[in-house]
């Protein structure tokens, strides 16, 4: 039988009480943890007073790249890839600071969600490393902005530069939900 450490278990409890508190799901928890299900619930529930989200962890890439989503993700990307870059970490420690960097970075948004959260940033995170996605120059403004992989880039222009004609028009942007007037 393998000998427990406290101090290792103190600090996966540590790394898992500050993943819960920046919204981490439970997949995330059970993935850069070596602690248990059962234990893992029973901190979320601590900390939450309530079970977490159950079902499965998003695995598209096309997320990443709409509108707002990609200015959100290219941001974030882009931190990420700086720190691990400049301050010498990486990991999940990378993940987590440089999410908390770009929660600054988007400012309070009142009662709404980040548009990333933190389960998503993981995710992106884990297409860059397996090459799934990248960052193409944009050749207008020369911000760096999420992409796929395998599309073709030459002349790559962002959604910042080259704005939908729908950006921005949702419900919420309206002041409140739109009523459908019937023909």
């Known amino acids: 039988m393998a000998k427990k450490s406290v ?28 602690l248990s299900r059962e234990r893992l619930l ?28 990609n200015i959100h993700s290219s941001l974030y990307i882009n ?3 700086y720190l691990v870059e400049h301050a010498a970490i990486s990991g999940i420690e990378a993940v987590m600071k440089a999410y908390r960097l770009y929660l600054e970075q988007i400012g309070p948004l009142g009662n709404e969600e980040p548009v990333l959260s ?29 992409v796929h992989q395998l599309d073709l880039h030459d002349n790559y222009v962002c959604g910042l530069c080259h704005m939908p004609s729908r950006a921005g028009k949702t419900k919420k942007a309206k002041g409140g939900d739109a009523v459908a007037v019937a023909a």
């Open 7 to 34: 101090v290792t278990e103190a600090q996966e409890i540590r790394l898992a009480i500050d993943l819960i508190n920046l919204g981490a799901r439970l997949q995330l928890l059970e993935s850069e943890t070596t």
């Open 118 to 146: 933190l389960t998503r940033a993981w995710t992106l995170v884990r297409f860059f490393e397996s090459k799934m996605l990248q960052t193409a120059c944009c050749s207008e403004c020369g911000g760096h902005f999420v």
């Open 79 to 81: 931190i990420y890839n």
């Open 42 to 69: 029973k901190l979320y529930k601590e900390l939450k007073g309530v079970s977490p989200p159950k079902g499965m962890l998003p695995f598209s890439t096309d997320w990443f790249i709409t509108w707002q989503p």
